[in-house]
């Protein structure tokens, strides 16, 4: 039977031939069969789940957000996709550290397959914590996409859009249940992160010198402030305080002084009067943040009074 269940981006979900050709539910559910070797997967991995969500984990929130969103459009469950895409916009798109496509193209197969798959891939391009991270990371979102797609089956039950069959109907019915008290907070938490976003004032034009008198470090602060401030709670606190705050850094010999509030972003050349405090490092992390590169070495930046 052809699929015609486009809930994402308009493409047909792949890899999820009907289990019966009288049930017109195009999605997979939360079987035993399809769940347990993701349960499985889940377990074997537990660790490297567990420490992604940590500082300096296998792999950053962002390139988190980006893997699971990859999953959900396989899979097709619009509660992960509406929860994980307010995750993605509440973090911003301008990451230091995006997923590579290797690790989405990984997740997707991953889905496709509706099962876990040789990591070998990974291995060629990730370190052994990212590699165990990405794992883990599409055992978590393959779990829910089942289980918010058997909310929609269930759904489908009650409405009569497809066979009521109350054997598949009960179990369909405990794994809701069972599931009920983890999403309600993760719903709740996506419709906050929502609001934020909405709340939020957009990134303005940083404010430059006049043309040809930015030193170079007042280049890489305005390179880097779309990073820094793609965050929405970041917009939101940082740009709205009704004061202007000043903070100075220092890389080498070379000064340059971020202003931050009342909805304005401007760079200087050097340590303002004003400034609150002065961050002192290494030019290299700002370098690396402004080029998009992964940012590693921002533990290397202390903060000192002025």
């Known amino acids: 039977m052809a699929l015609n269940d486009t809930p994402l981006n308009g493409t047909p979900l792949k890899g999820m031939a009907l289990r019966d050709d009288r049930d017109p539910f195009p999605r997979r559910t939360a079987t035993p069969g399809l769940l347990s070797p993701w349960l499985i997967e889940v377990g074997r991995t537990l660790p490297g789940l567990l420490r992604s969500y940590l500082p300096g984990g296998g792999i950053d929130a962002r390139s988190r957000e980006q893997v699971m969103l990859a999953v959900t459009e396989v899979n097709g469950c619009r509660y992960c996709a509406w929860i994980h895409g307010s995750w993605r916009e509440f973090l911003g798109d301008a990451s230091p550290a995006t997923a590579e496509e290797a690790v989405l193209a990984f997740a997707r197969a991953c889905a496709e397959a509706g099962r876990p798959l040789d990591p070998s891939p990974l291995r060629e391009a990730l370190p052994a914590p990212a590699v165990e991270a990405v794992r883990a990371t599409v055992a978590q979102i393959e779990v829910s996409n089942l289980v918010g797609n058997t909310v929609d089956g269930l759904l489908a039950r009650v409405t009569r859009r497809r066979p009521l069959a109350p054997l598949a109907a009960a179990r369909e019915l405990a794994t809701v249940a069972v599931a009920l008290p983890v999403a309600l907070p993760l719903i709740a938490a996506a419709g906050a992160m929502r609001g934020v976003d909405r709340l939020a004032p957009p990134l303005p034009e940083v404010t430059m010198p006049p043309k040809g008198e930015a030193n170079l470090l007042a280049h890489l602060l305005a390179e880097a402030v779309p990073s820094y401030l793609s965050n929405a709670a970041s917009r ?22 971020l202003r931050l509030g009342r909805g304005r972003v401007e760079v200087a050349n050097g340590v303002a009067s004003d400034a609150l405090l002065v961050l002192e490092g290494d ?3 700002l370098l690396r943040l402004a080029t998009g590169s992964v940012l590693r070495q921002i533990g290397s930046v202390r903060v000192r009074p002025t």
Do not use: H, N, S
């Not at 940082?238 to 220092?250: N, S």
């Open 283 to 285: 030019v290299e992390p």
């Open 236 to 257: 939101l606190v940082l740009l709205g305080l009704p004061i202007t705050v000043a903070v100075a850094v220092r890389a080498g010999r070379t000064t340059a002084t």
